[in-house]
């Protein structure tokens, strides 16, 4: 499975609408934690809470929310504000501010049991059961505090990369493991680049693992509750995640960059009506936008027209079904933390194409049979030239088809980004 933005709000919101960033309008995370203040979803946008509430289910959202609107379609809903805290979090009960007690986990956990156990028992229900895990900057639950101390973390694939050969665009991106300053107490910054970039790996793949030990516990006790409530065989449950996120990968931390780590995320679907356990798809390319026609086809619910996203029933039935064979991906926040340049690519079984479409323009191309870790940028290779051309021509047909098109007028010119502020 594959995210079309890896960024957090734009994500969620095309997890929720079915549609794309340039569609739905959330294409950043904002500008701060300010809560119904800045880009959310608009009142009259429809998501498959909307439907599924119309269609009589009772509808619950508790966790993180990320987005600055307020929650609408639901019938219950806390969330944390913005990202929220690990320890003692605060939250927001349909529109009352409160500060919970514990670790944030187990307090979404508390409160999505709270909601199974307390719901009318004579309607059907949708759940958004969301953990601020493994979110940065990874405090784990005091359980779990010395997990994998004495697990030494493998070296990811390509953690040695040099980026030489890469855009400027990725080189300039503040996303270098090495200089993340997360560890600055235990990694002394006089240390050599590549000590720190070892060090860092070590502390934040360890903390990261470490939190996502409370998802993994959490996400334990709905299942045990639904099985106490006789819930598992006619309950549809899917896990999936916003973005990705690079754990060393090409020396590197965050998300942004159309690299695997970055925009691959988990996908498992329990549905014990339709689909057997252990199955396995590894052929087929799904996205984030695909989750909410599907949700609503499982549901029996008429799954609305002009969506970007394709229901993964007949995927799910085992059916053959034409299916995609490219995907458009975008990226616009910047210039942001990080200083990832805006850029959209195309993604084939076989081939990916990265534009950074502002000045000075930039390309990356990769064949991923041969080289599936990105290490060879093939943008300029002249063997590969009529490639390249190929697979622009796939994107603007892409883009066009899914109403994708660059405001009027000249596109600006990046001047740069330093501390998520524009050079001058």
């Not at 549609?19 to 009142?43: K, S």
């Not at 969301?130 to 505090?145: D, G, L, T, V």
């Not at 997360?182 to 720190?196: F, G, I, K």
């Not at 991906?329 to 340049?341: L, M, Q, S, V």
């Amino acid at each position: 499975m594959f995210v079309t933005c890896s960024l957090c709000a734009p994500s969620r919101a095309s997890f929720l609408t079915g549609l794309y960033p340039h569609t739905h309008g959330i294409t950043t995370n904002g500008d701060g934690p300010q809560f119904y203040n800045g880009p959310g979803l608009r009142r009259d946008q429809p998501t498959f809470v909307h439907y599924l509430r119309e269609a009589g289910y009772l509808t619950a959202l508790v966790g993180k929310w990320h987005l600055k609107s307020r929650p609408d379609g639901f019938d219950q809903w806390v969330i944390f504000p913005w990202q929220g805290e690990y320890r003692d979090p605060e939250m927001i009960a349909a529109g009352v501010p409160l500060r919970m007690r514990g670790h944030a986990d187990d307090v979404v956990g508390d409160q999505a049991l709270q909601f199974l156990r307390t719901r009318p028992r004579d309607r059907p229900f949708c759940l958004l059961y969301q953990f601020k895990s493994p979110h940065r900057n990874w405090i784990p639950a005091q359980r779990f505090e010395k997990a994998f101390d004495d697990v030494e973390i493998p070296i990811p694939p390509a953690f040695h990369d040099t980026l030489e050969g890469r855009p400027e665009a990725v080189r300039r991106a503040e996303m270098a493991l090495a200089d993340m300053p997360d560890y600055r107490d235990q990694v002394p910054a006089s240390l050599p680049a590549e000590e720190r970039r070892l060090r860092n790996l070590q502390h934040m793949v360890r903390n990261y693992y470490r939190v996502l030990l409370s998802v993994d516990e959490n996400v334990g006790r709905l299942l045990d509750e639904l099985d106490a409530q006789k819930l598992t065989s006619d309950t549809i449950v899917i896990y999936t995640s916003d973005n990705g996120f690079f754990l060393g990968e090409h020396g590197l931390f965050d998300k942004r960059l159309m690299y695997e780590p970055s925009i691959r995320v988990p996908l498992l679907i329990r549905d014990p009506a339709r689909v057997a356990a252990g199955s396995v798809d590894r052929v087929h390319m799904v996205l984030n936008v695909d989750v909410m026609p599907t949700i609503l086809q499982l549901c029996g619910v008429p799954i609305p027209l002009g969506l970007h996203g394709k229901s993964m029933v007949p995927l799910l039935d085992g059916r053959e079904a034409p299916w995609r064979e490219e995907f458009l991906y975008e990226y616009f926040e910047y210039p942001a933390g990080h200083c990832a340049r805006k850029n959209r690519g195309i993604r084939t079984t076989r081939w990916k194409l990265i534009h950074f479409f502002e000045r000075p323009e930039e390309w990356e191309l990769y064949d991923l049979a041969s080289d599936p870790n990105e290490l060879h940028n093939l943008a300029s290779s002249a063997r590969h030239a009529q490639v390249k051309a190929d697979l622009k021509a796939r994107l603007q047909d892409l883009r066009a088809k899914l109403g994708d098109t660059d405001p009027p007028g000249p596109v600006p010119v990046s001047a740069g980004c330093r501390d998520g502020r524009a050079l001058s």
